[in-house]
């Protein structure tokens, strides 16, 4: 339902042909915005394969998506996540980063009676929280020589915007 939402129609294979199906047209998948290109392979694998079983990596799962959707997008990593998949994930959007340490934040609630009405209230699904504990995140940085230093990242408050604050005080500079 996530991806139904996400991509505001459904993907669909049928004569041998993918089809993007929107509002009762049918478009080949080829016709499609670059963000349902993009993420259709994603929805079918979810459609077909047993998740638990299967690495994704997803480079840039925020490519071409309103920033609404972005945030749409990081509850299917959520989702994808909890169904047991293992990812690996490279992006450049703070909407995308935000969403996904607002679910790490609330879990971090989860022993308490009310976390379903703190949930809810945040607008989260109780079960997207995701556990801090079993995510990791770094940044690549480049040095002076050209080459790039990994650098992973203290989640202790989510993962940090570290890059993105030092090129935003850039260009304002």
Avoid: C
Wanted: charged share 25%; net charge negative; aromatic share 8%.
């Amino acid at each position: 339902s996530l991806f139904r939402q996400i991509l505001d129609g459904e993907i669909v294979y049928k004569d041998n042909k993918y089809y993007y199906l929107i509002d009762k047209a049918e478009l080949p998948i080829s016709a499609a915005a670059a963000s349902i290109r993009e993420l259709a392979p994603i929805e079918q694998m979810v459609k077909k394969v047993e998740l638990s079983k299967t690495a994704i990596l997803i480079e840039e799962p925020e490519a071409h998506l309103h920033p609404l959707k972005q945030r749409m997008m990081a509850d299917i990593t959520s989702s994808l996540l909890r169904a047991g998949a293992y990812l690996q994930i490279t992006t450049h959007s703070d909407y995308y980063l935000r969403r996904i340490n607002e679910f790490m934040l609330i879990n971090k609630l989860k022993e308490r009676s009310n976390f379903n009405n703190i949930a809810q209230f945040v607008g989260i699904i109780p079960e997207l929280a995701i556990d801090a504990t079993k995510v990791s995140a770094y940044l690549l940085q480049r040095r002076e020589d050209g080459s790039a230093e990994i650098i992973e990242q203290n989640l202790e408050e989510g993962i940090p915007f570290a890059s993105f604050h030092d090129a935003l005080k850039e260009s304002l500079s």
